[in-house]
């Protein structure tokens, strides 16, 4: 098959325009013959803590392993329960899973499909160790009522913001207001490695000691460990890779919501409903995802006219076979259920141009036409 006219992410197009800067930035960690936990990862972890709107930030190796590490730092471990949403890629669910503790999955609510808070704090029992809501697609959760859920019932919130690079709620950015913020730097995100990265911003500083120490081994000082911990780190080449990028994020920010702008002023009158953050957030626009009548029939249309989409995600996490003996069963979720079969991510990406969301638009219009 043909490559399509419009593909729904170009990374290339974005690693071009940077060539000289990340090559330099290559270069620079080469010739230091430093490569794990130097200077690269210092100076990045202050450069997005500043982004992040945090005291401190931790670079660890994924995603994934920023969720894991601040969860077994906080004191969740087997017999505990976390609270997350269905909605979601399922390593949100597997970051739990790893510290032995058991995902509870509560459903989201209709507007912007995160971790709704009511729904949240039905969940909650005397094993539940902390709430681990996502936002989603860019999008802010409601942070102030999932908090105050929290705060009531004495257990932590732990941000999942790998998709909400630069996102804000207010004038307060995404991965400041809870215990800790897990940022992933996979390659497809508002600020992507060329690999796997990942970062915890938090405002505890002693929190941010312990969970340095548990990246490295326990280590407290070379081959003196303290406690069990991971071997997680962001290595100085991500890291001089990320402060190449890091400047322009907010460039790319704004370009993705001019964007989103022109796909809703283009589809205005389409039976298409937009998933859209609180009315205060300021969104990072990682995803542009519509709710859409016959999803799948225009899914393939869209493909027959050149137009390459996505589904984020087809399988709430409370569904896939790796949960199922948890025992929350079809049915259970009916907001994220009902949502997996609609929603539908179109293309989204800082170089994509005008006439190319025009093009998409232009599919869909005859779609419905």
Known sequence: MADPAVPF????AQHRSLAAEIQGALSRVMESGWFILGPEVEA??????RVAGTTEAVGVASGTDALTLSLWALGVGPGDE???????????????SRTGARPVFADVERRGLTLAAGAAAEKITPRTKALLPVH?????CDLPALLEVGDRAGIAVVEDACQAHGAKLGDRPAGSWGATGCFSFYPTKNLGALGDGGLIATNDEALA??????RHGGQESRYVHQEVGFNSRLDELQAAVLRAKLPHLAAWNERRRALASLYRELLEKTPLTWVEPPRTAEPACHLMVARVPERDRLQEALRDAG?????HYP????????YRDLGQPKGSCPEAERAAGEILSLPLYPELGDSQVERVARAILKFYR
């Not at 990045?44 to 803590?49: C, G, M, N, V, W």
């Open 9 to 12: 992410l170009d990374l290339s």
């Open 44 to 49: 990045f972890e202050r450069e997005f803590a």
């Open 82 to 96: 976390v609270i997350t949403t269905p909605l979601t890629a399922a390593f949100t669910a597997l970051a739990i």
């Open 136 to 140: 989603l697609y860019g999008n802010v």
């Open 209 to 214: 000691s312990r969970l340095r120490r548990l």
């Open 307 to 311: 137009v390459q989409t996505l589904i």
């Open 315 to 322: 399988i709430p996490v409370h569904l896939q076979q790796a």
